[in-house]
């Protein structure tokens, strides 16, 4: 009898930590299974890419808005291709170029017209006590364009006073062919007559049988007359014209780098007060112009970065 009774308790006992251990065993599954859902989270956060909700909440704000761009025709190659690259890099952003010339731009920028005043000149001092503050955002060679049919491969800097100021009339005197030269260059205003003139001291002084309002015009005007000598840009250089060395130096990005070209100047993009006063917006524009992307797209069109 006392048999039968220990026995019974035995069983009841062992039924108790069976189920004890059941239930503890549920638990640490159940834990078990937590903390790998946990990791795993955690895990798949740290190997994936953020989202943009996320970037705005590390304080990456998504850029919005526009941005003017109002001057000069000989930045419309850089114009073109900065506005490009900076749109794709943030699509909430629209920025359009016009290009009316460099002393129209600044203008804008004064009146408030536009965001930014291309300018392919340094500033004049007018200007900057109105306001403007002078960015310099590349540098660009300018190159004497001929036309295709023309000998002579080589002018001086007195050459060029000479022809520009009408002391040199033909061709023959500089040992090309006896032909009339034909004297081209861009309106009053523009950036590259502003820097052309002030770098050969002739300011005010030049004789010109045309003078043409956009850069794309000189050019055609040049290819098309025999005798025909112009000024442009040298990032818009191409096979239909000629263009000379100078002082026996060729127009190249190198040479200009070098300092052995002398016809170069700044590329400018004026701002009404400093950079820093200017809207978020364009402070970024800013920063990506000096950046590594912006130098890369200003060399891509010919033209040479500040360091």
């Known amino acids: 009898m006392m048999m039968r009774k220990f ?3 035995a069983a009841i006992v062992a039924c108790c930590v069976a189920l004890i251990g059941g239930v503890l065993t549920g638990c640490s599954k159940s834990d078990n299974n937590k903390d790998l859902n946990n990791s795993n989270s955690n895990n798949q956060g740290a ?7 996320e970037d705005n909440k590390q304080g990456n704000k998504k850029l919005s808005g526009s941005i003017m761009l109002v001057g000069s025709t000989s930045m419309e190659k850089l114009s073109r291709a900065v506005a490009e690259d900076f749109m794709s890099k943030n699509g909430g952003v629209i920025v359009t170029p016009e290009f009316v010339g460099s002393g129209a731009g600044i203008e804008a920028v004064l009146k408030g017209t536009a965001d930014i005043g291309n300018s392919s000149r340094n500033l004049k001092d007018a200007e900057k ?9 590349a540098i660009d060679g300018i190159a004497v364009v001929l036309d295709k049919a023309n000998t002579v491969t080589n002018l001086t800097k007195d050459d060029l006073i000479g022809i520009y100021t009408g002391t040199i009339r033909n061709w023959s005197d500089l040992g090309g062919s006896n032909q009339p030269i034909v004297v081209i260059g861009r309106e009053a205003g523009s950036g590259t007559r502003g820097a052309f003139e002030e770098i050969l001291k002739i300011e005010d002084q030049c004789a010109y049988a045309n003078e043409l309002d956009n850069t794309g015009a000189v050019m055609a005007k040049v290819a098309s007359i025999p005798g025909a000598i112009g000024y442009v840009s040298l990032d818009v250089v ?3 014209v000629n263009a000379a060395s100078l002082d026996g130096v060729a127009p190249t990005a190198e040479n200009i780098k070098a300092g052995d070209y002398f016809l170069s100047r700044p590329f400018v993009m004026a701002t009404k007060g400093a950079i820093s006063e200017q809207s978020e917006l364009v402070q970024a524009f800013f ?20 360091d």
């Open 47 to 53: 190997t994936n890419e953020p989202t943009k909700a």
């Open 238 to 240: 191409d096979d239909s």
């Open 287 to 306: 920063d990506y112009m000096y950046s590594e992307d912006g130098k890369a797209i200003i060399e891509a069109v010919g033209l040479i970065s500040i």
């Open 129 to 137: 006590e109105a306001g403007a503050v002078e960015n310099i955002v």
């Open 7 to 9: 026995m019974k308790k």
